[in-house]
């Protein structure tokens, strides 16, 4: 099951990454969102899993963006 949970995070991070429309309905409802993006209605807890797992992943890819163009800034 967490080899699944793993590819519903990607799969979900993927969509969200290119519709920003998603990242709205996401923050507003984020279970509606996961189900709705994924077209699968999950238990409570394995939604609950791919909801942590998804918003991780983003602050995760926000953080390294940062230090991307904070390197930038020093490398020169």
């Known amino acids: 099951m967490a080899a699944d949970i793993r590819e519903l995070i990607e799969k979900a991070v993927d969509a969200l990454k290119k519709n920003p429309d998603l990242v709205k309905s996401f923050q507003s409802d984020p279970v509606k ?24 992943k983003l602050d ?17």
Not at 70 to 75: N, R
């Open 33 to 56: 969102a996961i189900e709705k993006l994924l077209g699968v209605d999950l238990p409570d807890e394995a939604i609950q899993a791919v909801i942590k797992g998804v918003k991780a």
């Open 60 to 76: 995760a890819d926000k953080v390294g963006d940062a230090l991307g163009k904070l390197s930038g800034l020093f490398g020169k």
